[in-house]
Every structure is written in structure tokens, then in C-alpha cells.
């Protein structure tokens, strides 16, 4: 069956350490998402992807980076400059022909 | 700009009760509209969708959900809930821009089933 590969599905980081986060999608999906999660505050946009080779900052994009370089493919770094990084980390994707997203079922992170 | 507000944090009912989850939506033009359902640690499914047409809209595992769009409203409902029921429940607001979607998320509703 076709879907959204997240992994790990938990993760730690220590103060200073980049992470990345996989994504892997079998739905030949076009576009694809990053989301942030924190109880209380829904879902919040980090980085999203037309198609490959290009990406777009979301609304809370600072201390995050991502690459497309597959079109299955979208990994997110959550590197030393993001602040606050404990969270709960959403992978989605979309094709034109249908609205909505899939989602992955998620990573958490954990600073330690 | 798009926005969606989920006036309740948190609701609890009994099982076999009825449900109303409310949601209410910002938006300039006809939106899409859907409801996504997310158990602990889990990612979010889909449970329905309205983007025209019926403004009743059924959805999977027995929900369904109204657009009425002079009160910029999109109510889900089921008429009997049971234990598995228990999660929490997003409602959003989207658009196609280009290549993507660009959907807005509520803040959640936490539902919690009483035997």
C-alpha cells in the first residue's frame, strides 16, 4: 500500500547537534509538507516542496532546512540554531488530482 | 488570510451519546474544508472533506459534517459515539496555490469517551 514513511519515531538531540529527520513517500505525490506540533497550537508550517530541487520556507522556517532532491524524498534538518526544537514533527504530502494531505505518522523529538 | 478556530479545547461524552465538534473558518472565497482525526503519537487522517456541492458531507467511521457558509461554519457530527472515538480532531482550511495546498490547521479539539 502507498504511504508516508517517517523515521525515527523518536529522536533525541543534544544542545548544539543538527538532526534530520527522514520522509519517504510512495504515493507519487507531487508536493510535499513539514509540520510542527506542540499541544495547544495545532499545527504549524515549516517547509514545503512543489516539486524537486525546489522548497519554500512555511511560517516558522528560522533553525530549520530541507532538501528535495528525489521527488519520494523530503528531509528535514532541525539544526542548532532552532531554539526550542522538542516537538512533535509531521511529514504530509499532496497531489493535484485530490485535496487534502496524507500524513506520515510522525517524529518525535526530544532535546536533551 | 485564511484562519479556522476550534472554540472547544477539550469535550467529554458518554458513550452512545451524540457529538458536535464545532469549527469555524476565515476565508475570502469558497474554501475547502476538512476534518482530520489524530489518535496519541500518531499522524493525522483524514475523516472528511467540502469543497462543493452537498453541504452534507460523510466521512469515514461514521462522521459527517455540515458547511454552512453564512455562518462561515463546519460542524462535525456523529450521532453515536463509541470508546475507539476517543483522539484528538483538527479542522482546517485549504486552497490550491500553484503546485500545492495551502491548508491551515485549528488548534484541536481533544474529545474524551466516558463508558
Known amino acids: 500500500d502507498g504511504g508516508i514513511t517517517q523515521s525515527p519515531k523518536y529522536l533525541f538531540r543534544k544542545e548544539g547537534q543538527n538532526v534530520t529527520l527522514s520522509c519517504e513517500q510512495n504515493?507519487?505525490?507531487?508536493?510535499m509538507y513539514w509540520y510542527r506540533q506542540d499541544p495547544g497550537q495545532g499545527l504549524r508550517l515549516i517547509y514545503y516542496s512543489q516539486i524537486v530541487n525546489d522548497f519554500q520556507k512555511g511560517d516558522i522556517a528560522e533553525g530549520y532546512s530541507v532538501s528535495r532532491e528525489k521527488k519520494e524524498s523530503f528531509p528535514l534538518t532541525v539544526t542548532s540554531a532552532q531554539k526550542n526544537p522538542t516537538a512533535f514533527y509531521l511529514c504530509?504530502?499532496?497531489?493535484?488530482?485530490?485535496?487534502?494531505?496524507?500524513f506520515g505518522s510522525g517524529t518525535r523529538l526530544t532535546v536533551v | 488570510a485564511q484562519s479556522v478556530t476550534q472554540p472547544d479545547i477539550h469535550i467529554t461524552v458518554s458513550e452512545g451519546a451524540s457529538l458536535e465538534l464545532r469549527c469555524n473558518y476565515s476565508?475570502?472565497?469558497?474554501?475547502?474544508l476538512f476534518w482530520y482525526v489524530q489518535s496519541p503519537g500518531q499522524g493525522l487522517q483524514l475523516l472528511l472533506k467540502y469543497f462543493s456541492g452537498d453541504t452534507l458531507v460523510q466521512g469515514i467511521k461514521g462522521f459527517e459534517a455540515e458547511f454552512k457558509r453564512s455562518q462561515s461554519s463546519f460542524n462535525l457530527r456523529k450521532p453515536s459515539v463509541h470508546w475507539s472515538d476517543a483522539a484528538e480532531y483538527f479542522c482546517?482550511?485549504?486552497?490550491?496555490?500553484?503546485?500545492?495546498?495551502?491548508?491551515?490547521f485549528g488548534t484541536g479539539t481533544k474529545l474524551q469517551v466516558i463508558p
Open positions: 476565508y475570502g472565497a469558497t474554501p475547502y
Open positions: 482546517a482550511v485549504g486552497r490550491h496555490s500553484g503546485g500545492y495546498q495551502k491548508v491551515t
Open positions: 504530509a504530502s499532496s497531489s493535484d488530482r485530490a485535496y487534502g494531505y496524507t
Open positions: 504515493l507519487n505525490h507531487d508536493a
